[in-house]
């Protein structure tokens, strides 16, 4: 009776879990907020530094070093322990963040941001993976809603916060933030993550892992170069390219022999799990590629302040948090998700062939609509794709194939802002030859991204060129987005709806009794933060 009367057996438990996905999520946050910051604070730290010729290795060492460390974060924390693993990759990145802040030097920023990116790979992979341990799949869509928030944060806050710290702070604050929040992440998930430890005899696959990151590395460079520091027709770039493929043809035949492959080849025999990845590497294509160009066409066309570029996303982001808000809570009423992908792939297709269809008239108000609706399709998509790769492995391989599905969307995010920034330059400059003429052709020459008080500048008849341009190399970045998203659309049709684990018993509770009930949802809290193995 006492029981009854005070709080509930699995309150204290529930709260555990809840104190713990703060902490997840704050760590998350970490990850997605750092690049938003840092955009914003770069031209004061290239004013300080120097090294302008390096300027783009601030950023790309920190991608590469995240890609390629995100599959053997994955593969250790099955291997010992998601809790140690997770943790270390914390403290790593903070050790990144505190020195990235002392940096006195260019060379210095950019071997500090490498250390950054080791500590940023092992993050989101460690977020999604113990959630894949402590939340069963169909319990696990209500907290999507948490996730796609903190993305929406981080999106929309990160330039704002960026420049406030930069112009009131220094930019080495920019670094320093991460510290405390680090902290407060580390202490929760410390003190309320009781996970069990393991260890295993067989030895780590460090050349599997070293073909590998040879690999991401050289397909990661290729698309950061491609078309821009380098022609996609040059000796670098086909050298990369075959550098690529070699290392990973040979990185598959390693794993098929490998005792504890780093990516056991395995779980793409599960057409779910080929599937969904291939949706990933699709989402993360366009995602990224929306999220590189509509802040650019509306500051430039529309006439929009650099300074709110966060905001300007607001429509695409709040739509997408809503949506996989309500997918999340019907996936776990109801264990249905097929419907899901196939939804999202077509409002996808949709949105960016509404948003291919902007010109130099189109108001905020009509891309603010087309961005709704894109948004929407990412909302249906984002966290079903991982909800989906995570119910197609076994649980002892949550974590490289929460890091699969993650270092999939990662390169696909990569490729998708090289190649379409390599249509958006071409058209730009063309437009820039046919309706500037010489002039036009001279003010795009270095770049085809010009900063307002360059456009200010030119000639009215230049300037009103140069918004056609981008409004053009916009058109053909969305059409072929919308083109490319049709792969995706016709790829969910083919996922199959498997039951997702730990689906609820509701009706034999119902019949039990209250008391029952009560010693049931205890047991639940009590498996909410240990390792689901019968999920």
Do not use: C
Not at 128 to 146: H, N, S, T, V, W
Not at 247 to 254: E, M, N, P, Q, R
Not at 464 to 481: I, K, R
């Amino acid at each position: 009776m006492s029981q009854t009367a005070e709080t509930p057996p699995e309150a204290a438990p529930q709260r555990s879990v809840r104190v713990v996905l703060l902490g997840l999520m704050i760590a998350m946050l970490l990850a997605m907020l750092d690049n938003m910051i840092i955009g914003t604070a770069m031209p004061t730290i290239v004013g300080e530094l120097g090294g302008l010729n390096h300027l783009s290795w601030v950023v790309t060492a920190y991608t590469l070093a995240t890609a390629a460390s995100t599959p053997i974060w994955g593969k250790l924390g099955d291997m010992y322990g998601r809790k140690g693993i997770f943790m270390t990759s914390i403290v790593l990145f903070l050790a990144g963040s505190a020195l990235s802040g002392l940096s006195q030097s260019m060379d210095q920023l950019i071997a500090f941001r490498a250390i950054q990116g080791l500590g940023a790979g092992g993050l989101i992979v460690g977020v999604m993976a113990i959630i894949g341990d402590l939340i069963p799949p169909r319990e696990r869509g209500k907290y999507q809603g948490m996730m796609a928030g903190v993305m929406a944060l981080a999106m929309i806050g990160g330039p704002l916060v960026g420049g406030t710290i930069t112009d009131n702070w220094g930019w080495r604050w920019s670094f320093y933030i991460n510290l405390p929040l680090g902290a407060v992440a580390l202490g929760m998930i410390y003190i309320v993550l009781h996970l069990p430890k393991k260890r295993v005899q067989a030895r780590i696959d460090y050349l599997g892992a070293g073909l590998l990151t040879v690999g991401i590395t050289a397909l990661v460079l290729l698309t950061t170069w491609g078309g821009t520091q380098y022609g996609w027709a040059s000796a670098q770039i086909i050298g990369l390219l075959v550098l690529g493929v070699v290392a990973i043809a040979a990185f598959v035949w390693v794993e098929t022999k490998a005792k504890e492959p780093v990516m056991p080849l395995h779980i793409f025999r599960n057409r779910n799990f080929s599937l969904i990845s291939l949706i990933g590497f699709l989402v993360g294509f366009v995602m990224f590629g929306a999220m590189t160009f509509l802040p650019l066409y509306q500051q430039t066309v529309q006439g929009a302040s650099a300074t709110n570029s966060g905001l300007l996303l607001l429509p695409m982001l709040l739509s997408m948090m809503v949506v996989s808000l309500i997918a999340g809570r019907v996936t776990t009423q109801t264990g249905r998700y097929k419907i899901f992908p196939i939804i999202g792939g077509g409002l996808i297709t949709v949105g960016l062939y509404l948003l291919s269809t902007m010109d130099t008239g189109t108001t905020r108000f009509w891309s603010g609509v087309f961005m709704a609706v894109l948004g929407a399709g990412m909302g249906f998509l984002m966290q079903i794709t991982m909800l989906v790769a995570q119910n197609s492995v076994e649980m002892k391989d949550i974590g490289v194939g929460s890091s699969s599905a993650t270092l999939f969307r990662t390169i696909g995010g990569s490729f998708g802002v090289s190649l379409f920034g390599a249509l958006f330059t071409h058209h730009v400059q063309d437009t820039m030859t046919e309706l500037g003429g010489a002039g036009g052709s001279k003010a795009t020459q270095g770049s085809a991204q010009l900063d307002p008080n360059s456009i200010a500048h030119l000639p009215a008849q230049i300037r009103d060129a140069y918004l056609h341009a981008v409004s053009n190399g916009t058109h053909t970045v969305f059409l072929w987005g919308a083109v490319i998203s049709v792969i995706g659309f016709v790829a969910a049709w083919f996922v199959k709806e498997i039951p997702l684990r730990g689906a609820p018993q509701a009706p034999r509770r119902r019949r039990q009794g209250r008391g029952l009930r009560g010693r049931g949802a205890a047991a639940r809290g009590r498996r909410d933060l240990t390792y689901a193995r019968n999920a």
